[in-house]
């Protein structure tokens, strides 16, 4: 089932089994063929490979390296514990990965300007960045309550020319400045191109997304080997769309040696509305244009979610995502905010690495993995951005 994995998923309606799909409305029906279309068209085109390969190296500063986290993995006393290190991408996550791509996209299709939520500011900032690069404009719908959190962020985006549109309705988080930016680029399809943050949203974004953060797992498989020898034995990385996560994963999911975990933010505890952890509590349903696994409330809405990582605070998860964990090819981890704190801290004293709060969900899950293991074992991380964004928060919250 897992041979040809790539080629074969989604199919051409945008399914992975039953997850996926494109729930729009009629007037996005033409714009959202055109973008299927060129899409085709560049994903094999060798001046857009030669174009993403160039700004990938010269620019963005790929290959990111691989590190062998020795004090951590020490501190622990079980499993060797590697980092990839998409901290170090210009912009400090790996949201560029795609951005930057479908930047290119949007020039394709002869846009003029790019629309985006943002959740934690990562997205906007690398969008804001990719479209100052190319020359497009740029509009960043943002919540309120994120607006305040990630202020560092909101400033960058708006010094690299990007309009700041904050969402003011319900908990004026994530799920809100996705429903808005949504709502403006229906507004201006013709002009403008909607730039997901995460492999989410209506076919062909969760492949697109998917195909333009692969270069993770690509360049992960050959630096491992070179490091161990072997493959990991596990990758963890942390969940809200599952970007990252499918990124690192899709160079392995044939590989079925390699355990491949998903880490969702258990928050403050498992009650509805004090977590974020979609895959382990949520259920089939459809919400921003995909069908996939979501926190439902009693009304079947989208629930309210919550993390004190506002990039992985989503009430649903990417449909490839969805489908993964049902064939039992992915698995589950748990992290709790104050796991994720106690990462964070663990990670910068030991290894003079500051995690994003995000990745450090994934750090947190790997040490409790890793002393589990026996030594001879060892874990991947996606170590998806750094944690310059939330060094005030985190010591305002959480004092050393
Ligand atoms: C946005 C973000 C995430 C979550 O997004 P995914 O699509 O699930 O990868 C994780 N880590 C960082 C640093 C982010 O900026």
């Excluded at 909101?154 to 400045?177: D, N, S, Y």
């Amino acid at each position: 089932m897992l041979k040809n994995y790539l080629d074969n998923l989604p199919n051409k309606d945008g399914y992975y089994g039953k997850f996926g799909g494109s729930f729009i409305p009629p007037v996005l029906e033409e714009p959202f063929k055109d973008i299927i279309k060129a899409y085709e068209e560049l994903k094999n085109s060798k001046d857009f490979i030669e174009e993403l390969k160039y700004v990938r190296k010269h620019y963005q500063g790929r290959p990111t390296p691989i590190s062998y986290a020795k004090n951590l993995s020490q501190y622990c006393g079980g499993a060797k514990i590697y980092l990839k290190r998409e901290d170090l991408n210009h912009t400090g996550a790996h949201k560029l990965n795609h951005c930057m791509a479908e930047v290119i996209l949007a020039k394709h299709l002869g846009k003029t300007k790019v629309i985006a939520e943002t959740g934690a500011g990562q997205h906007g900032v690398a969008l804001a960045t990719a479209a100052a690069y190319f020359g497009l404009e740029c509009e960043i719908h943002m919540g309120e309550v994120d607006v305040k959190k990630e202020y560092p962020n909101v400033v960058r985006m708006q010094i690299l020319g990007a309009k700041i549109i904050t969402v003011t309705h319900g908990l004026k988080t994530l799920k809100e400045a996705v429903d808005s930016a949504f709502e403006s680029y229906i507004g201006q399809a013709n002009t403008s191109l909607y730039c997901i943050g995460s492999v989410v949203g209506p076919h062909p974004f969760p492949m697109m997304v998917r195909d333009f953060q692969s270069i993770i797992g690509i360049e992960s498989k050959e630096q491992f080997l070179e490091f161990d020898g072997k493959l990991p034995d596990n990758i963890v990385a942390c969940v809200g769309g599952g970007s990252n996560a499918m990124g690192i994963f899709s160079a392995f999911i044939e590989n079925k040696e390699v355990n491949l975990y998903c880490v969702e933010p258990l928050g403050k505890g498992s009650k509805l509305g004090e977590h974020a952890a979609t895959l382990t509590y949520g259920q089939e349903g459809v919400m921003h244009g995909f069908n996939s696994i979501m926190l439902k409330d009693k009304k079947g809405e989208p629930a309210p979610v919550y993390s004190n990582a506002s990039g992985i605070d989503y009430p649903s998860v990417g449909p490839e995502q969805a489908y993964l964990y049902s064939i039992n090819r992915t698995k589950i981890g748990l992290c709790d905010d104050d796991e994720a704190i106690d990462a964070f801290y663990k990670l910068s004293k030991l290894e003079g690495i500051i995690p994003a709060l995000e990745s450090a969900h994934a750090v947190a899950y790997a040490m409790k993995l890793a002393k589990s293991l026996n030594k001879d074992k060892t874990i991947l991380i996606n170590l998806s951005g750094r944690g310059d964004k939330d060094i005030d928060f985190v010591v305002e919250n959480y004092p050393m």
